[in-house]
Structure formats: C-alpha cells, structure tokens
C-alpha cells in the first residue's frame, strides 16, 4: 500500500497533496499496491471524501486537539504511529513548505531515507524509482531505497492529476497518542502576504524581472501584468532580490527557488547558470531583453529583443482584449 | 547561550556540473568549492545571537579534510571553536546518515548547547532534509526556512516562510532552526578574524570514533544514476515592432502553446 500525507490549509485540501496521490495511484497500478491517504487534525468527513475519486479506497485522520495547529513534533508522531500500523510499502508528501518541514522528521522518526523533491518516479524491477534535481536541477539523481517504507516529498505542479472517478471510500478516524509535553514548538501564526496570495512555486505563470527592471517601481508592472494571467505570480532573479528591489521569497534560481510553471515569462532576466537551473522545469519559457546576446535566450521557447518597457505595455493590452 | 552551527562544503553555485557516468558522480575534478550559501546565514545569526546573550559559538562539518577551509572561513567570522567530523565517505545524498552523523557528535562530544543552527539545505544536494532529521534523533523542536528569530530567555519565535505568507512558530529552547536568505546579511570576515583564525586548532573526530553502527553509516539510497538533463531548445525569436512581437507573443502562447 501506498500512503499519501495530505495537507489541508484553512480546511481546504492542497492540490499538490491531489497530485501527489494522482502518481501514488499511477505508480501503485505498477506494482498492485492500493492507496490510502492521511489527514492530520479536524478534518470533516466531507473534506477526507474528496481523495476518494483520486484512487485512495481509505482515508485516515488522525485527531487530538494538540494537533490543530500545525507541529513537527506532534504530526511526526502521529504519521509515524499510523505508519508502524499499517506498514505501508512508501508514503508520499507533496514537496510543500509544511510537506518539506514534515517528511524528513518522520522519516528519521523511521530510520529509513527521503528522497526529496522528485519530479519523476517510476517503478522498475518492481521497485519505485525516485528521480530528483540536485545542483538546482543542473543535474538529475535517480535512486531507489534500501529500506521501506520509502519515503518521498514530490514536487508541486509536477505530476498530473488522475482523471476524478466517484468512488466511495471508507474515512477511518483514529485518536492520535500525542503525550504530554512531547510538542515543544508549534505554530502561533499564519501571517498572509496582501499582496501576492500565490507562492511562484505554485503558480502556473510566473513573470519574472531582473536587473532589467532597474528599480523597485517596474515590478508595479510586473504585478499588473501577472494580474492579466492565469494562477500567475512575480519572480525575480538574484541581482533584483540583492538590490532591494522585490522581497527574497520572489527569487528564482539556485539560491532561491525551483520553479515549474507552464509558463515563465522572464523580463529583463540574462539567464545567469544558477538562474537557469531553477526553471529548467518550466514547460514554457518566454524571454524579453534588449541584450540579443542574453543567454536566456538559449533556452526560450518565445524571445522578443526588445526594451521591456515598451513591450510590457503591449502585453497588458493583448491579455485586457483577450479577456474582454 | 551555546548555538552550534553545521556547515557544509558544496561546489559553487557558478559550477558547471558534469558528471561521471559510471561512477555515478559529479566530477569533482576543476570545481571551486564554498560554505554553502545559506550556512552562511546560519554562522551570521549566531554572531548576532552571541552579540546580544553571550555564550560560545562551535561550528562544525562533517566531511573530508578539505571542509577544514570553510571551518577556517567561520573561525575568521567569529566562531569561538571549529570542529572536523571526518568523514571520507563519497556523496551519499542521503540526509539520514549525515544527521546520524551530527546528532551522535553532539550527543558524545558536545551535549551542552542551547540552539542548532543550520542552512535550510546545502547547495548540490538540494535535499533540506538534515535540520529536522537532526532535531528528531536528539529529541528538539524545529523550525525550518527562517527569514526572522527572537530568542528570549529559553523561548525563542521563529517566522518561517510558506506558500505565499509566512508562520510564527513559538519553540522551547534547546531546539533546532534553518536560515533561509532574508534572515540576515552575513559579514565579511575581517582580517584580524583570518589571522586568529589561523593560530586556532581544528580538532578532528574521525567519524568511526562516533559509536555508530556499520548500518548507522551505510547509506539508505541506492544511487542509480546521475544524469544531466536534456538541455532546453532555443525556440524562435519574434521580430517586428514592440506592438507586433507582443500581440504575436500572446498569440503564440495561446494558440500554440496553449499556456494562457
């Protein structure tokens, strides 16, 4: 059997948590394993229901009050308690910020291994195949475990969801053991960002400026052209973040983050290496610089050698028609 | 206060990688190595904490003895003590033996500390793994992908960043935080620090003296390959006007990419 971790956020399932269970169904079909999913915390039965038509035939949810709010402590407990049950043969997470904080704790709770952050799985000698960037994605590492359950975090906006096929599954609560004095560290707070609600590593468009940009205004443009978008979200490259011109959670890159969306439009952007490495997985890459030279041309599907600043104005123009 | 830091040797981010097939490994031949770059973040958040409460500094890495160079580096920014977990062993990728590792030299060797600070993930292996593994094996609290931490008395706050927001996470000292970029800005080392640094000694623990078993330090991953991925194909550049290219860029995207 196949486990899946699935997050909720303000009650609402993560749809990286879906696309983790979509591959846990896929790779369970190769190898005859059933999936199950698993909720920590409250969780009405209504919201566990809505893994069924994604392939898991059980949800599980593991309820104390200590784990309302979100703990490493207390949900590593509880994951690994459900997990000495069931011994399931891997268990997935989605590759979230709660999903990359969780897996490894549980996984040392275990004493087995993680692969993090894969983007390819496959079963092979009827063993799962993780394959995952390092170096930022400059190259790829596939490896398997020695030692079960093998334990995965899986990158969001990856993995394709399953088709949904009604199915009514069983929703198993269970209390969850957490002693006393166990959790000491949790979370107090959620603070949102006004501005920006989608993270660039969920996002199906990410716009991104660099140092073409030239100063913390143009990203004002960058906001209302993202607006203009499908799920999109502003990225900036390494010279902008260290120029005080956008926020670090906007960086993309090595020292920043790996993003896969459908689409990357780089504005400004001159394609250094650690820059590349982190959007090697998007599925389209649209470049504008003035520099014809720019290497970010060398990997865009779409370049445009232009002055951004006239062309911006151009794009918002089209996406307005395009929605009128 | 007693923080102890744990650093790591990584190529460079400017590194083109290439690799061994067979060996299934970078090649190591003709790369420039660092501190990974967010352990940098960790070393600087413990001269500030030590600025403000006192208390020792120890850093550590676990490695060959070429990490002596980075330990070096944290001496010069102001680490009160440096140590070498000697550690021969390739590239495992595997996040568990190396917090196996670090967990058993701090239970043996130094049990005294009040914070473990790490980077959130060293550069190259990408796995952000060993901070919580860590905090789990030695029993602590975490918080991982810090932009910010106050530490009062035995509580400390930790704001750590999420998808599109960011959570407090309030802990109990001893406990166990990742620096991500934003925390701080990591200073320079002066040239009295590299100088003092030079005069101090470096012990080394070979790993073997740990108490592990040959199981502990066997890594749990079975390397199947290492590849690198098919590179990206320079597409087509639209000509014409700022007008025309942007219309025909939408155009494009939404016909033939499909995307928007």
Request: charged residues 25%.
């Amino acid at each position: 059997m196949i486990l899946v971790f699935i997050e909720t956020r303000d009650g609402v399932i993560k749809k990286s948590s879906l696309e983790a269970l979509s591959e846990a169904k896929r790779r369970g079909a190769d190898l005859g394993n059933g999936i199950e999913a698993v909720f920590v915390g409250t969780v009405p039965d209504a919201t566990a229901a809505e893994v069924f038509p994604f392939g898991a035939v059980k949800a599980h949810i593991l309820e104390n009050p200590a784990l309302d709010t979100y703990s490493s402590q207390g949900f590593c407990r509880a994951l690994a308690l459900l997990v000495g049950d069931l011994k399931p043969a891997a268990v997935f997470f989605s590759a979230t910020a709660m999903g990359r904080d969780l897996a490894p704790r549980l996984a040392a709770a275990l004493g087995v291994s993680l692969a993090s952050d894969c983007t390819k799985l496959a079963v092979k000698d009827g063993r799962l195949e993780f394959t995952r960037p390092v170096f930022a994605g400059k190259a790829l590492l596939t490896l398997s475990m020695k030692a079960a359950p093998a334990l995965a975090t899986l990158r969001p906006n990856i993995f394709p969801l399953e088709p949904a096929v009604p199915f009514a599954g069983a929703v198993i609560r269970k209390s969850a053991d957490v002693p006393d004095g166990l959790v000491r560290g949790k979370v107090v707070d959620i603070l949102r960002e006004p501005a920006a609600e989608i993270d660039v590593t969920e996002a199906g468009v990410v716009v991104t400026g660099g140092r073409g940009m030239k100063g913390p205004e143009a990203f004002g443009l960058l906001k209302e052209l993202a607006a203009l978008l499908p799920h999109a979200a502003v990225g900036a490259s390494r010279s902008a973040v260290d120029s005080g011109w956008i926020g670090h959670q906007h960086q993309v890159g090595q020292t920043g983050k790996t993003v896969s969306p459908d689409l990357y439009m780089a504005f400004g952007v001159s394609g250094a290496i650690q820059h590349l490495a982190g959007i090697s997985g998007s599925k389209f890459v649209a470049a504008v610089n003035k520099d014809p030279e720019a290497p970010i041309f060398k990997v865009a599907d779409y370049g445009i050698v232009a002055d951004l600043f006239e062309v911006i104005p151009h794009l918002k123009e089209e996406l307005i028609k395009l929605k009128g | 206060m007693n923080i102890h830091v744990f650093v790591k040797r990584v190529p460079d981010t400017e590194s083109k990688i290439r690799i061994d097939r067979d060996a299934k490994a970078v090649v190591e031949e003709g790369l420039s190595f660092i501190i990974s770059p967010y352990d940098e973040y960790a070393m600087e958040e413990a001269l500030r904490l030590r600025e403000a409460n006192g208390g020792t500094i120890r850093v550590f890495a676990a490695g060959r003895e070429e990490s002596l160079v980075i330990l070096k580096k944290c001496l010069a920014m102001g680490a009160d003590e440096a140590i070498l977990i000697r550690d021969d062993a390739p590239e495992s990728y595997d996040g568990l033996r190396t917090a196996r590792i670090l967990a058993a030299a701090v239970k043996s060797r130094y049990p005294e500390f009040d914070l473990l600070l790490f980077g959130k993930q060293s550069v190259g292996a990408d796995n952000a793994q060993v901070p919580s593994m860590t905090a789990e094996l030695l029993g602590l609290p975490q918080a991982n992908v810090v932009t910010k931490l106050e530490i009062s008395g035995p509580e400390g706050v930790a704001y750590r960043e999420i998808e599109g927001g960011t959570e407090k996470v309030a802990f109990s000292l001893p406990a166990v935080v990742s620096a991500q970029k934003g925390l701080n800005e990591p200073r320079y080392e002066t040239l009295k620090g590299i100088m003092a640094a030079k005069k101090k000694v470096i012990p080394v623990i070979p790993v073997a003296e740990l108490g592990l078993s040959d199981g502990e330090l066997a890594s749990g991953i079975e390397i199947a390959g290492i590849d690198i991925p098919a590179g990206r194909q320079a597409g087509r550049i639209i000509g014409g006007g700022p007008a025309e290219a942007a219309q025909e860029l939408v155009r494009l995207l939404r016909e033939e990419a499909k995307v928007i």
